[in-house]
């Protein structure tokens, strides 16, 4: 069976230092892989997603990034971390069906607070 | 992109069913609705998807009105534990096979005991 593992679980750190979120997949190939963030009361939005190892799609300008160095590696990072970047983040993964039919497995998370 | 529309919160007794609705008026003829719910403190969960008939799993049933505007999950018994945000994610746009989900608000459902 396939699981989805993000760590840490729970991040503080202070303003202006580095980040690095890792999430790993087991159980499946070449999945699709995606990063959300869900601040404090709002819904999830999606930050970036990956059809392919090295291949990486942005769809919110901020001071994150992503890489995918393996296939069922997805790292998230920043250089420095601003207040507005605490939140929840989530990874998920899926795998490409039928077009509209797809469905999207979420890891646990991590709580980032910046301060 | 097709938008939904759920409302902000429902409530619930415990064994009671629950009918959970969604409006997606602007969706086209080959587009999937997708359910999904997020527990306190945790990722969000598939629970259900379909195009046009109703559709059950050991979760949920999900209706699907017959002009594809709306559409309900229906939680044939609530417990305790399907207190939760549930999303009714509309299909996303583009040429590509990947899902692009997009959250919104969500309704926030309340069982009580």
């Known amino acids: 069976s396939q699981t989805i593992h993000q760590w840490p679980a729970t991040l503080v750190q202070p303003v202006g230092s580095p980040l690095s979120l890792e999430c790993t997949v087991e159980?499946?190939?070449?999945?699709?892989l995606y990063w959300y963030r869900q601040a404090a009361g709002r819904g999830l939005q999606l930050l970036f997603y990956?059809?392919?190892?090295?291949?990486i799609s942005s769809e919110v300008p901020q001071n994150l990034s992503a890489s995918r160095p393996q296939d069922r590696q997805f790292i998230l990072s920043s250089k420095k971390l601003l207040l507005s970047d605490s939140g929840f983040y989530l990874c998920?993964?899926?795998?490409?069906?039928?077009?509209?039919?797809?469905?999207?497995?979420f890891g646990p998370g991590t709580r980032l607070l910046v301060l | 992109d097709a938008k939904t529309t759920q409302p902000n919160s429902m409530e619930s007794n415990e064994e009671e069913p629950v009918h959970l609705p969604c409006n997606h008026s602007?969706?086209?003829?080959?587009?999937?609705i997708h359910w999904y719910r997020q527990l306190p403190s945790q990722g969000p969960e598939y629970v259900i998807h379909?195009?046009?008939s109703n559709v059950n799993n050991r979760m949920a049933s999900l209706a699907i009105a017959e002009d594809r505007k709306s559409s309900t999950l229906i939680l044939h018994r609530a417990t305790l534990r399907d207190a939760a945000v549930y999303y009714c994610?509309?299909?996303?746009?583009?040429?590509?096979?990947?899902?692009?989900?997009?959250f919104g608000q969500g309704t926030i459902l309340t069982v009580h005991p």
């Open positions: 998920a993964w899926s795998v490409t069906l039928m077009r509209g039919q797809e469905t999207q497995y």
């Open positions: 159980g499946t190939s070449n999945p699709n």
């Open positions: 990956s059809v392919g190892i090295g291949q």
């Open positions: 602007t969706i086209s003829g080959t587009d999937y």
């Open positions: 379909g195009l046009t």
């Open positions: 994610i509309p299909p996303y746009a583009g040429g590509t096979s990947y899902g692009k989900l997009t």
